[in-house]
T-cell receptor, first 115, second 112 residues
């Protein structure tokens, strides 16, 4: 079956512009996560959706970042007024449920470069 | 404060030897700990999960241990091959239905 897909795979934008990153999780997965990975760094948790519950936004670095998940499936991460420090790989993952025993399945990521 | 530390940023070993990677954590009490592999330009891929009541878990050439007293997990790759070269990440649950917390990873290079 299809895995997690993300689009675009690469995005170059100018400082101050808004960008939207898309994630298509595995069908039937109720949990969806967004992470950021800067060069040579670990995964930085951004936001997490579980079913119909309110998302856990505790990892969002500023109010320029937001995300939504429509119909319990596709998710969009939006970065407004991008800054150069936003340059990173943005990874999306999904899992069947949200317990600590659940495997997270990752997409290939979107590489964002802010000039 | 809560921390997850993976022993080193990079580890180089000779082909055929056993690679041992360390994951130490502070101020967590995870019931589960997971290990993932990440290749350059790709997302992490799940390898193994170990529960707090399991001392050891094996899968082919991989072995994971989990010592809740030492607050440490060890990840072993026996008979290592150049194809095992990748970054390996440990991840643990924070509490209940919260996202996994990932370590920064150890970049393993297996030299032929």
């Amino acid at each position: 079956g299809a895995g997690v897909s993300q689009s675009p795979s690469n995005k170059v934008t100018e400082k101050g512009k808004d960008v939207e990153l898309r994630c298509d999780p595995i069908s039937g997965h109720t949990a969806l996560y967004w992470y950021r990975q800067s060069l040579g760094q670990g995964l930085e948790f951004l936001i997490y959706f579980q079913g119909n519950s309110a998302p856990d936004k505790s990892g969002l670095p500023s109010d320029r970042f937001s995300a939504e998940r429509t119909g319990g499936s596709v998710s969009t991460l939006t970065i407004q007024r991008t800054q150069q420090e936003d340059s990173a790989v943005y990874l999306c993952a999904s899992s069947l449920g949200s317990g600590g025993w659940e495997t997270q399945y990752f997409g290939p990521g979107t590489r964002l470069l802010v000039l | 404060s809560q921390k997850i530390e993976q022993n080193s940023e990079a580890l180089n070993i000779q082909e055929g030897k056993t690679a041992t990677l360390t994951c130490n954590y502070t101020n967590y009490s995870p019931a589960y700990l997971q290990w993932y592999r990440q290749d350059p330009g790709r997302g992490p891929v799940f390898l193994l999960l170990i529960r707090e009541n399991e001392k050891e878990k094996r899968k082919e050439r991989l072995k994971v241990t989990f010592d809740t007293t030492l607050k440490q997990s060890l990840f072993h790759i026996t008979a290592s091959q150049p194809a095992d070269s990748a970054t390996y990440l440990c991840a643990l649950e924070n509490s209940g239905n919260t996202p996994l917390v990932f370590g920064k990873g150890t970049r393993l290079s297996v030299i032929a």
